[in-house]
């Protein structure tokens, strides 16, 4: 990537609430052109709310999000309406809509933003489902699908109209490992094959580990490790290293601070 073109990804002292309550503390993070960034953390650390920043579904406090050169926090409606033309998002539990077949699910992008027709529409839709191999059931109905197919319908209707970004939230959640490896496969194979920037949140170390260029590991709203995956493993951090191995923090209660708590006045 040429040193004048800016990264992709963008974000700068990103600080967000929810009423009184501070969720993430000045995050700053770049995403490199054509990179694998990997967003884990437990639960309640900031990673949902990191991935909405992202996508532009929240306002932050304060702080900076760029994608593709513009701060979607300072754009109007119509060019953030442009610019998540150019992402694709591959939601948690699939968010196919139930009522509509496999094909229609991914060509429903091409309907709402472009004016192709119908004969082109379903051309491209079956040439995505080809890249994520579910090629031949675009006439089935989301219910009749598996787990790992509703995954696959997803990321193909994410990648329809060829973003340069693209979002997965938890990708291979709820898999068996056979499957959650063929997804892993098939996200490789996107960043290889359409070189996009693709952004994934998991909490599956495995496959972490397998897709990753970078990792960027939040804890309580900050971000407390950032690195490849050899310097993840390899990172000295007490709080890091007990995310990796599913150990818990030592919890010590405050007395005082409990009492408080139950009377109002903490």
């Known amino acids: 990537m040429s040193p004048d073109r800016p990264n992709p990804i963008e974000v700068r002292d990103l600080v967000t609430h929810y009423g009184d309550r501070l969720i993430l503390k000045g995050v700053s993070l770049d995403v490199r052109e054509g990179e694998i960034m990997v967003i884990m953390g437990g639960s309640g650390s900031g990673k949902s709310t990191f991935l909405n920043h992202l996508l532009g579904l929240l306002r932050p406090t304060s702080g900076v999000v760029r994608l593709l050169g ?35 699910n991914i060509m429903l992008p091409l309907r709402e933003h472009t004016d192709l027709d119908e004969k082109t529409m379903r051309i491209m839709a079956r040439l995505k489902m080809e890249v994520v191999e579910l090629a031949g059931f675009e006439h089935l109905m989301p219910a009749e699908l598996s787990g790992g197919m509703i995954k696959r319908a997803a990321l193909a209707r994410a990648i329809v ?5 693209l979002f ?12 959650s490896s063929s997804i892993d496969q098939l996200i ?40 490849s995956v050899d310097e993840i493993r390899a990172h000295p951090s007490e709080r890091v290293q007990n995310l990796l191995n599913r150990r818990t923090e030592e919890f010590t209660l405050d007395a005082d601070a409990y009492l408080r708590r139950l009377t109002g006045e903490g």
Do not use: W, Y
């Not at 109209?161 to 970004?165: N, Q």
């Not at 939230?169 to 490992?177: I, K, R, T, V």
């Open 188 to 227: 490789l194979r996107l960043r290889d094959a359409m070189g996009m920037t693709i952004v994934v949140v998991t909490h599956e170390l495995e496959s972490a580990f397998k897709i990753a260029d970078r990792i960027c590991v939040l804890d309580k709203g900050e971000i407390i490790a950032l690195g």
């Open 168 to 179: 997965c939230d938890e990708p291979s959640a709820g898999l068996d490992p056979v499957v």
């Open 161 to 165: 109209m060829d973003p340069r970004l």
């Open 70 to 104: 513009k701060d979607i926090n300072a754009i109007g409606p119509l060019e953030l309406f442009d610019l998540r033309k150019k992402m694709g998002v591959a939601f948690q539990g699939g968010a196919l809509f139930s009522s509509m077949s496999v094909g229609e």
